[in-house]
């Protein structure tokens, strides 16, 4: 199956983006992918290629439960080379206690976790039964982390040795992000802990830490950061801290930033592309599978960019560029992508086939109400900050997915919908201008 610029569950469900890297001449993007029923479940990883991170085609299933450790499911990871190998890491799952009614559940939030890994010398063919190994075994030790809730290793290269950063929450129901060093991606012992003063949150979901423009970047997803009756209390932040490599400690500032105003966006990844960006990936939680068939998608990928403390993510520019075919209509329900430019000015408005998006005291206002499931989770109305760099929009819209990028990348908004219809309206004082992709 073949995806264009979204990638979208091939069938049944997918949520977190795995493994992302660049290699070999080819991208990989691994997901937490449950292969029998559109609904959470027993994870694998579904594996999908790209050559440009524009085309991109599912090959199948790389990764699933085989050892006592992983049986429940192969959570979250990442993937780093060496010498042309390419090794992934990531959280292994044990139900203690099994649901008897649905297997691929498990009662009570009682199960264990480890990290494994394993290797493929072509980031095509895996060793399932072979070749995994398990790296961190199950924690016992409260004031290290949980033994539950620590996973989503993120692997990288330093300056002396390997680093792992994992998710985990502290005995007093805090997240934390926890610290592993190794010379050989086989052997790790843990090096450092760092959690923030405030409570962001009872669990980090997702670490990555990485550095863009000289500063230090670290994304994560922390449970329950807000209440939230309507939509996700679970969200995608990132924040400059200083992170001190030696001692693998880290200062946190006191102010963090959404990953995406729109709500919908979860669990992060990013990797370095071929010409050296950092590029994030993100889940789109979708409340309902589409035609009964599928859920859940992953944004167009973002480069990271870092200007006066702030933290952009801007469209690729290859997909905007590939966006150059001019025209008078939208086929956003066609199954094709359109993307629209507009200069939003205060006051002023426009709708997209049911989706409504105006200005109004700066910010960027959506309101999905009418293409959207009724009492599904998940917000109906969104916003970003201020604007503070222009009146510029670029948005991207597919049949289940919009995405606003306001001034290049200073704040992003999408969400997922359904039954967007072909219609465009807008009241504002320059026309708005819509590209289809000229392929």
Not at 1 to 16: E, F, I, S, T, Y
Not at 73 to 85: P, Q
Not at 144 to 172: C, E, F
Not at 179 to 208: I, N, R, V
Request: net charge negative; aromatic share 12%.
């Amino acid at each position: 199956m073949k995806n264009r610029l979204h990638v979208k569950a091939p069938g049944n469900w997918v949520n977190d983006p795995n493994g992302m890297i660049y290699y070999k001449g080819q991208y990989h993007l691994f997901y937490q992918h449950f292969p029998y029923a559109p609904r959470w479940g027993t994870m694998h990883w579904g594996h999908a290629v790209s050559p440009d991170l524009i085309h991109w085609e599912h090959v199948g299933v790389a990764l699933f439960p085989s050892l006592s450790e992983d049986q429940n499911g192969c959570f979250s990871g990442s993937a780093v080379e060496e010498n042309g190998v390419m090794h992934l890491f990531y959280t292994g799952v044990h139900y203690n206690q099994v649901n008897p009614k649905d297997i691929h559940q498990c009662l009570d939030q009682d199960f264990t976790s480890a990290q494994l890994h394993l290797t493929s010398k072509d980031g095509m063919h895996f060793d399932v039964f072979g070749d995994k190994e398990v790296v961190i075994p199950a924690l016992t030790d409260p004031e290290i982390g949980d033994n539950t809730h620590t996973r989503d290793p993120k692997v990288w290269k330093g300056s002396d040795a390997w680093y792992m950063v994992l998710g985990s929450t502290t005995k007093d129901h805090k997240g934390e992000a926890l610290f592993y060093k190794s010379e050989d991606l086989s052997h790790w012992h843990l090096a450092g802990q760092a959690t923030t003063k405030q409570k962001l949150g009872w669990m980090w979901e997702c670490p990555d830490l990485f550095n863009v423009n000289g500063r230090s970047v670290f994304v994560f997803s922390p449970m329950e950061l807000i209440e939230d009756t309507d939509g996700y209390a679970d969200r995608a932040i990132c924040m400059l801290p200083e992170f001190d490599e030696k001692t693998c400690t880290m200062k946190f500032p006191e102010n963090w930033q959404l990953l995406d105003c729109g709500g919908d966006l979860y669990a992060p990844q990013t990797m370095t592309d071929a010409d050296g960006n950092r590029i994030s990936i993100a889940w789109l939680r979708m409340p309902e599978p589409v035609d009964g068939i599928w859920q859940g998608m992953f944004c167009l990928p973002r480069v990271v960019d870092v200007q006066n403390d702030h933290i952009y993510f801007r469209v690729l520019p290859a997909i905007r560029d590939g966006f150059c075919k001019k025209t008078d209509s939208l086929v956003s329900a066609c199954g094709e992508c359109a993307m629209i430019r507009a200069e939003l000015k205060e006051g002023e408005s426009l709708e997209i086939g049911g989706y409504k998006i105006l200005r109004q005291s700066g910010k960027v206002c959506a309101d999905r109400t009418d293409v959207y499931p009724s009492g599904a989770k998940g917000w109906l109305h969104a916003e970003t900050p201020q604007l503070k760099e222009g009146d510029l929009l670029e948005i991207f819209v597919d049949p289940n997915m919009i995405e606003i990028y306001a001034n290049n990348g200073e704040y992003v908004l999408s969400q997922a919908v359904y039954g967007l219809g072909e219609t465009f309206s807008y009241e504002m004082e320059k026309k708005p201008e819509i590209y289809l992709w000229n392929e």
